[in-house]
Nanobody
Framework: QVQLVESGGGLVQAGGSLRLSCVVS????????MGWFRQAPGKEREFVAA????????DYLGSVKGRFTISRDNAKNTLYLQMNNLKSEDTAIYYC????????????????WGQGTQVTVSS
């Protein structure tokens, strides 16, 4: 059973930074493409960033480009999301997911999800 556990969320002022982590267990981490999604109250789950097996191919939501950086450490079975210059509109629950699909922006194609970590940005 593959399990994903996120951490690193919290309350931060606008312009601040947070680093989210997602530890994967029960599977072969390096076999999965990984993604970060977020969901604000009353909204659908939204793609934020994704990374392929080796970390060589990255993809980002337009509004986070230049502010967020996705990375992975296959030796530690861990996915990261460095978030800088946070804005109030970044407030959401952030989820990490694992997939075999090449369509990394589609949440319905992810096989495994974490429980989420809350990020709140105060203005």
């Amino acid at each position: 059973q593959v399990q994903l556990v996120e951490s690193g969320g919290g309350l931060v002022q606008a312009g601040g930074s947070l680093r989210l982590s997602c530890v994967v267990s029960g599977g072969t981490f390096r076999n999965y493409r990984m993604g970060w999604f977020r969901q604000a109250p009353g909204k659908e789950r939204e793609f934020v960033a994704a990374i392929d097996w080796s970390g060589g191919k990255l993809d980002y939501l337009g509004s986070v480009k230049g502010r967020f950086t996705i990375s992975r450490d296959n030796a530690k079975n861990t996915l990261y999301l460095q978030m800088n210059n946070l804005k109030s509109e970044d407030t959401a629950i952030y989820y990490c997911g694992a997939t075999d699909s090449v369509l990394l922006v589609r949440p319905d194609l992810y096989d495994y999800w974490g429980q989420g970590t809350q990020v709140t940005v105060s203005s």
